[in-house]
């Protein structure tokens, strides 16, 4: 997919006072890192709702080139396996020694579903724009993700999704302006924050504590923002107008 880097607007909108973490990395840096969607701005937001300590064990799941990895090493002084399976790790450690992190942060190339870690490993895990690729069905959350976590430990989650679910038999209910964009952006795997609670709920072993799209409109805003930023060519976002696409954020807690 060939894109066009606005730069200009990214020095600009990547200076936005309201996230003032991100507003410390270098604009180009973070247009460089992109993989669909603005880590920076989604992690910023969904750690606030976290409870992030220092020295705290934490899996980056889905990291692509580590820009999220790095971000909460630095931010929140954690150690950090940065697992991704398409990135090289050898390309990721070169981004992580360029800000002196080695000891903290920790590259691996590897499937969601074969993540080499024992039981109750870490104190949180984070994945952000990975969920919808691969946790959709009935059985990853409760067999392969939550097992990774310590009891009480917190997992948070911000996925490209949809405010409302579509009911009806697909296509046949996808509106217009989003049916060419189906099959080639995988909306069949996007859907609403109430979805993604509901699908938590039903591995019996969690509680959810968010389940909303950011206040103020901002998931789409966001999603918005970055399509303008990175130039796709495909303007999902542009053309639907705030009518359905959104991110939504999650928070939930192992109970057992």
Aim: glycine share 6%; proline share 6%.
């Amino acid at each position: 997919m060939t894109t066009k880097v606005n730069i200009p607007l990214a020095r600009e909108l990547l200076k936005n006072p309201n996230f003032p973490r991100t507003c410390k990395y270098d604009p180009e840096w973070l247009v460089n890192l992109d993989l669909g969607c603005p880590t920076f701005w989604l992690l910023e937001r969904l750690c606030e709702k976290m409870n992030l300590e220092s020295g705290m064990r934490i899996l980056d799941l889905g990291c692509g080139k580590a820009g999220g990895a790095i971000f909460l090493a630095k931010e929140f002084e954690v150690e950090v396996w940065a697992v991704d399976s398409m990135v090289s790790q050898s390309e990721n450690w070169e981004r992580i020694k360029e800000f002196n992190l080695e000891t903290r942060v920790f590259p691996l190339r590897a499937d969601a579903r074969e993540l080499p870690f024992p039981r109750d490993f870490f104190d949180a895990i984070i994945c952000v724009n990975s969920l919808f690729f691969f946790a959709t069905d009935d059985i990853y959350l409760k067999h392969y993700l939550i097992p990774r976590i310590k009891i009480g430990g917190q997992i948070g989650s911000v996925v490209p999704g949809f405010y409302e679910d579509f009911n009806d038999s697909p296509p046949l209910d996808i509106p217009e302006h989003l049916k060419e964009y189906w099959a080639s952006c995988m909306l069949y795997t996007w859907h609403s924050a109430k979805w993604w609670k509901r699908h938590w709920l039903k591995t019996e072993q969690v509680e959810v504590e968010v389940a909303d799209n950011f206040p103020d409109n901002e998931g789409y805003q966001t999603y918005l923002e970055w399509e303008r930023i990175i130039g796709y060519p495909q303007k999902i976002a542009e053309d639907d107008r705030g009518r359905n696409i959104t991110f939504s954020r999650l928070v939930v807690r192992r109970t057992k």
